[in-house]
């Protein structure tokens, strides 16, 4: 179950193929509301897994994840930033790196993005990621691969939400939010390096994720939440439903205040 938080947060591995706008309802980004751990149960809760996230004020200095049901494997990510961006994070196995992605900025944007990852015999994986910006609501990145293959993805933004992206089998996905604060929206640098996440990118939090498709077997992730008195989740529930899947995955939020 190995990287399915940092998967979820940061934009995944190569395994797995805008201006913040503060202004929503309930946004209280001058408290500094951080979470500081989160709790996930997934695949009906058979397994789960608990995320302990340290800071240097609003800057993530470490994602510290513990396995129980992998005999409490502990998965270690530690990021690095150059002044308010997030220049690079490492992920260790052990005490070995076996993920690392770095990036670029221009104009206070996402440009480029490199992953070097090793698999379990040790096999190295690059890619690398440029983005092209048509403007603050519309994003193309280009993905080129260890092989030279590359693939093209582009992603729509409505709010400081991301609301569409295409470039995936058999069509496209969209998302529709709430009107209450994401539970990352105050980490330093993290939106600028999620801009392909709707769960960690976006200003609001998800309702449902539709795939939109000639598939027979077109899923959806629908969410739901109960929230603080600050308008932040402390829990989330995700119930993943195709034509051959009906998945409830449980998510709890613990915040700095």
Do not use: R
Not at 88 to 111: H, M, P, R, V
Not at 207 to 221: A, E, K, M, P
């Amino acid at each position: 179950m190995k990287k399915i938080l940092l998967a979820s947060l940061f934009m995944g591995s190569i395994f797995s193929c805008s201006d913040d706008d503060s202004s929503g309802n309930g946004e209280n980004n001058s408290e500094t509301i951080l979470p500081i751990k989160i709790v996930s149960t997934y695949n009906e809760g058979k397994y789960s897994s608990t995320a302990t996230l340290t800071y240097d004020g609003n800057k993530l200095k470490e994602i510290s994840t513990v396995y129980p049901q992998e005999n409490n494997y502990v998965e270690k990510t530690v990021f690095q930033y150059d002044g308010n961006y997030i220049s690079k994070f490492i992920s260790y196995d052990g005490n070995k790196e076996d993920l690392i992605k770095e990036f670029t900025y221009k104009n206070g944007k996402i440009a480029t993005s490199k992953t070097t990852e090793w698999d379990k015999t040790g096999t190295k994986y690059v890619s690398t990621s440029t983005y092209q910006w048509i403007n603050d609501d519309h994003l193309i990145e280009k993905t080129t691969f260890n092989d030279n293959s590359s693939h093209t993805y582009e992603y729509y933004y409505t709010n400081g939400n991301l609301t569409k992206k295409t470039g995936y089998s058999n069509g496209y996905y969209s998302t529709t939010y709430d009107t209450y604060n994401n539970p990352y929206i105050n980490i330093e640098g993290v939106k600028e390096i999620s801009v392909n996440d709707e769960i960690t990118f976006s200003k609001n939090n998800p309702i449902t994720t539709s795939q939109v498709s000639d598939l027979s077997s077109n899923g959806t992730y629908q969410y739901t939440y109960e929230y603080n008195d600050k308008k932040f989740p402390t829990k989330s529930t995700e119930v993943y439903k195709d034509s051959n899947t009906n998945d409830t995955d449980v998510t709890n939020y613990y915040y700095n205040k």
